[in-house]
């Protein structure tokens, strides 16, 4: 699993946007950035919609105020999902990026198999990219919501460096 202090895999996430499919390259991305990326098993799922995503949503503006330039959403969905999620939520300020065959997400070590639910999936996280560097990881335990909330990422910003 990546750690605190690595860089971010080279990948390729994709975003469907009012101009059409783009093709992230992950070093492009998050270089000379400071990043919010955050993680949930699936778009459209209960605890994802219900309080993951909608937190970011509600305190998009005070995370950038800390200096973050994107607060981006990853799941293994395509990015024609993960864009009608991003508008059923009103998520505007969000980044919606889909990992369609998982590479990124197996790349990074936090894959999980749901089996007959999804088959491989993403672990609920949420990560600080200075960079493309990772400099603080939340990874959550199975069946929690606590250290991947926006909450929590937002009072950890807020800290003193």
């Given at each position: ?137 939340n990874v959550e335990q199975p069946k929690q919501f606590e250290a991947s909330k926006a909450e929590t990422i937002l009072a950890s910003l807020k800290?003193?460096?």
């Amino acid at each position: 699993m990546i750690e605190k202090g690595q860089t971010l895999p080279a990948a390729v996430l994709s975003e469907l946007t009012h101009d059409g499919m783009v093709k992230h390259d992950t070093a492009e991305l998050f270089a000379n950035k400071r990043v919010v990326l955050f993680a949930v098993p699936g778009a459209f799922t209960p605890t994802c919609s219900e309080a993951h995503l909608p937190g970011y949503v509600v305190l998009a503006d005070e995370i950038k105020a800390t200096g973050v330039d994107i607060i981006a959403c990853v799941s293994v969905n395509d990015a024609f999902v993960m864009q009608a999620w991003g508008e059923a939520q009103n998520a505007s300020e969000i980044m919606m990026l889909g990992d369609g065959d998982g590479s990124f997400t197996k790349a990074l070590g936090l894959e999980m198999d749901t089996e007959n639910f999804g088959g491989i999936r993403s672990q609920r996280y949420a990560m600080v990219v200075d960079n493309g560097v990772v400099t603080q990881l939340n990874v959550e335990q199975p069946k929690q919501f606590e250290a991947s909330k926006a909450e929590t990422i937002l009072a950890s910003l807020k800290q003193p460096h």
